[in-house]
């Protein structure tokens, strides 16, 4: 990403783009996350979870917003890091709207209707219906499998097709 926007904006060096870069996480994200965001020098911000360790969506938002809104003041500089000006992305409206393509890495939306309705097609309402039902079932046994042995421990309620889990004991043992 670093190398995608400096060679749009070659005025920019890489500590700078560097500084604008955030990465999100939860606070019970395995800590490979975190040490990834460190050796790409990425900014980590460690979100608080819920009681069922889950990370909701609602803190995401909020900790999103809370960085715009201290971001985005000043448009200018999120336009020149992000402004792709092509001659096949013609602009009909420029200087009447702001042009929010500038403003996010994707210049548009993200095609994903005709993938979803070619899975619809193949195997239905029905078909996506049993798929998930048995993915549950799945995990329902899972889970049995993991009480049913001394050594592990559900640590959280299973949703879905998800179940965590872990050993008993001391953390050398893991």
């Known amino acids: 990403?670093?190398?995608?926007?400096?060679?749009?904006?070659?005025?920019?060096?890489?500590?700078?783009?560097?500084?604008?870069l955030v990465a999100y996480t939860s606070s019970q994200s395995n800590s490979?996350?975190?040490?990834?965001?460190?050796l790409g020098s990425m900014r980590m911000k460690l979100l608080a979870v819920d009681e069922k360790c889950s990370l909701r969506g609602a803190t995401l938002l909020?900790?999103?917003?809370?960085?715009?809104?201290?971001w985005i003041k000043d448009t200018r500089n999120l336009l020149e890091a992000f402004c792709v000006d092509r001659v096949y992305l013609p602009c009909k409206n420029?200087?009447?709207l702001p042009d929010y393509r500038h403003w996010q890495i994707s210049l548009g939306r993200h095609f994903r209707s005709l993938k979803f309705w070619f899975v619809l097609r193949i195997y239905g309402i029905s078909g996506i219906?049993?798929?998930?039902?048995?993915?549950?079932?799945l995990a329902q046994y899972f889970e049995s499998l993991v009480k049913s042995d001394s050594r592990f421990e559900v640590i959280t309620e299973r949703t879905l097709g998800l179940v965590c889990f872990r050993m008993k004991g001391e953390n050398f043992l893991t």
């Open 129 to 137: 219906q049993k798929y998930i039902r048995d993915s549950i079932s």
């Open 62 to 70: 909020e900790a999103i917003e809370k960085d715009l809104d201290a």
């Open 32 to 38: 490979s996350v975190e040490k990834a965001g460190f």
């Open 1 to 20: 990403m670093v190398k995608r926007i400096k060679k749009d904006n070659p005025n920019m060096n890489e500590e700078l783009i560097k500084s604008k």
């Open 94 to 96: 420029f200087g009447f």
